[in-house]
């Protein structure tokens, strides 16, 4: 029967060398046995070496391909990635509350893994405060974390309390990504926040290798995978943990510098 197999939806970049964006997305939804569709945002140009141009689509184009999915598509979950200004974000904001594709996992991709803000001001602003709002789990990295709570994380009370400012912010569930940009740490913790007000920590190895291009990106697309299968935000978190570690701790050789995690890795191991 038509549409009963569980689909996801990213609403993300194209990054052009496959690492990361909505390339990561979907390798990451194939991976967890779900049929991925897409919404493209914008493209970049770019590969292991860097990023040297990116051009946002026409927001009257990225509106067609909302309609076009709602349409013919039963989208049971969903995740956001890259939304480089206000115009974009506000666009993405209207569609989804015009049409019903699941719950909503929101990567805020505010600053680079290394903290470098990768938003202007009003475009942050925005997701701040009318994005994230609609979000059932975000996602940010341990930069993007301090950033949001407006305060320094240092210890792991710090990392709890600046969950609870996340969660103040109108998000349900909270995947606050621990630091790891140590190269001396052999742990990374992530703390979890659930709407129930239930919390726990996940610890994973920490793998000192520049093959990490597109964890965030699969995280999130992980957990919006998982749900879209059907199952509770607190599984979805556990299996991303599980998943991402695997794909980080399998290197694959790709590109001369900095290369992608291997998606291929975990189907073996969870």
């Given amino acids: 029967m038509a549409n ?8 993300a970049g194209s990054d052009s060398d496959g690492s990361a964006g909505m390339q990561a997305d979907l390798h990451t939804f194939f991976r967890r046995h779900v049929y991925g569709t897409s919404v493209l945002t914008a493209c970049v140009a770019g590969n292991s070496y860097g990023i040297h141009d990116s051009v946002n689509l026409p927001t009257t184009f990225i509106d067609q391909e909302f309609k076009d999915l709602a349409d013919d598509y039963h989208i049971r979950a969903s995740k956001t990635g890259m939304l ?26 505010i600053t680079t893994k ?19 709002p609609m979000a059932t789990v975000i996602t940010p990295n341990f930069f993007e974390a301090q950033k949001l709570a407006e305060m320094d994380i240092e210890t792991s009370v710090d990392m709890e309390t600046a969950a609870r400012k996340l969660k103040a912010l109108g998000a349900k569930n909270i995947v606050l990504k621990g630091s790891h940009h140590d190269p001396n740490q052999t742990k990374v913790s992530d703390y ?24 965030g990106d699969s995280l999130s697309a992980c957990i919006a995978a998982e749900l879209a299968k059907g199952n509770s935000v607190e599984d979805a978190c556990r299996v991303a943990k599980k998943f991402v570690d ?18 291929w890795a975990p189907a073996d191991e969870l």
């Fill in 246 to 263: 695997a794909a980080i701790k399998s290197e694959i050789q790709v590109g001369h510098k900095f290369g992608p995690i291997n998606h």
């Fill in 114 to 132: 290394h903290g470098n803000m990768l938003l202007e001001q009003s475009a942050y602003q925005t997701l701040r405060d009318e994005l994230i």
């Fill in 192 to 215: 979890i926040l659930l709407e129930s007000g239930k919390s726990f920590w996940l610890t994973g190895d920490f793998f000192d290798t520049d093959r990490k291009n597109g964890t």
């Fill in 4 to 11: 009963e197999f569980p689909q996801a939806l990213t609403i």
């Fill in 84 to 109: 480089s200004d206000s115009d974009l974000i506000r666009t993405v904001i209207k569609n989804y509350k015009k049409y019903d594709f699941g719950p909503l996992v929101v990567d805020p991709v």
